[in-house]
């Protein structure tokens, strides 16, 4: 099993930034990493991902904004978001995949870009 905990979320200002963080804990070796956001009545969509390696993957919507970063000696993942906007509004979870293709998802934090 693997238990993920996400922070860093809140109120923040269009053109400010934030910062999350996604801890793993559990015995399952994990491979992929990654954020992803919700809003009320829309699909969860991708927002970033980063493998063990540091290979990453960013939605258009947030390249050039948003920056994905990993440590795997703490297991943790951050995901730096400058220049917010108000449709970046969304509670963001994180997720993990293992070597064998499970996935795991955190709780979600909130996320809230006044205008």
């Known amino acids: 099993q693997v238990q993920l905990v996400e922070s860093g979320g809140g109120l923040v200002q269009a053109g400010g930034s934030l910062r999350l963080s996604c801890a793993a804990s559990?015995?399952?070796?994990?491979?992929?990493m990654g954020w992803y956001r919700q809003a009320p009545g829309e699909q969860r969509e991708l927002v970033a991902t980063i493998s063990r390696n540091g290979r990453t993957n960013y939605a258009d919507s947030v390249k050039g904004r948003f920056s994905i970063s990993r440590d795997n000696a703490r297991n943790t993942i951050y995901l730096q978001m400058n220049s917010l906007k108000p449709n970046d509004t969304h509670v963001y979870y994180c997720?993990?995949?293992?070597?064998?293709?499970?996935?795991?998802w955190g709780k979600g934090t909130l996320v809230t870009v006044s205008s």
């Open positions: 997720k993990a995949t293992s070597w064998n293709g499970m996935d795991y």
């Open positions: 559990g015995t399952i070796f994990i491979n992929v």
